[in-house]
């Protein structure tokens, strides 16, 4: 992990999100990660803890551990059960109930392709920004580029811009 976050333009790392499997990790070993990486670039770099859970109160417990475990920002993908279908409420309330247990650490919103159920459109996530402030980004995979081009637009030009990490590889 040091020699990873040695390599340059290296600027925060991720924890527990889908590259360690955060689904199959209970939250003990969700913690183990996070202790581990706090205790090997910590001191140095940015750590971001995914939250992954199919609801608000557990997607609450792992916010909290992960804060009180040093992590700088959380990386909160949307709860399984909205694949079924959620309203602006459903989300903002997700959200709120994440920010309520991180208190001021910034929090990401993983947005995922419309198509399958839990991504946003920009509009929700306007909407989301407005109610929950410390929204500071999405990592966007809509997978789709014109409301990839839109998200960025609309969204840096907010008041308080939201930026927009993009999972389109070139």
């Known amino acids: 992990l040091r020699d990873v976050t040695a390599a340059k333009g290296i600027s925060a790392i991720t924890v527990n999100a889908h590259s360690t499997e955060a689904a199959s990790c209970t939250l003990d070993e969700q913690a183990q990660v996070m202790a581990i990486a706090e205790d090997e670039v910590g001191a140095r770099m940015p750590i971001v803890h995914g939250v992954y859970a199919d609801g608000s109160l557990e997607a609450a417990r792992i916010a909290k551990q992960a804060v009180a475990g040093g992590a700088s920002a959380l990386l909160v993908f949307p709860p399984g059960p909205f694949t079924m279908g959620h309203r602006p409420e459903m989300v903002i309330a997700h959200f709120k109930r994440v920010a309520d247990a991180a208190g001021d650490v910034p929090l990401?919103?993983?947005?995922?392709?419309?198509?399958?159920?839990?991504?946003?459109?920009?509009?929700?996530?306007?909407?989301?920004?407005?109610?929950?402030?410390?929204?500071?980004?999405?990592?966007?995979?809509?997978?789709?580029?014109?409301?990839?081009?839109?998200?960025?637009?609309?969204?840096?030009?907010?008041?308080?811009?939201?930026?927009?990490?993009?999972?389109?590889?070139a």
């Open 108 to 169: 990401i919103a993983f947005n995922y392709p419309l198509a399958i159920g839990q991504g946003y459109t920009t509009e929700m996530i306007v909407q989301l920004g407005e109610a929950v402030p410390t929204l500071r980004a999405i990592k966007d995979w809509c997978n789709h580029p014109v409301q990839h081009e839109r998200n960025i637009r609309v969204l840096q030009s907010l008041p308080r811009p939201i930026t927009v990490l993009s999972t389109h590889s």
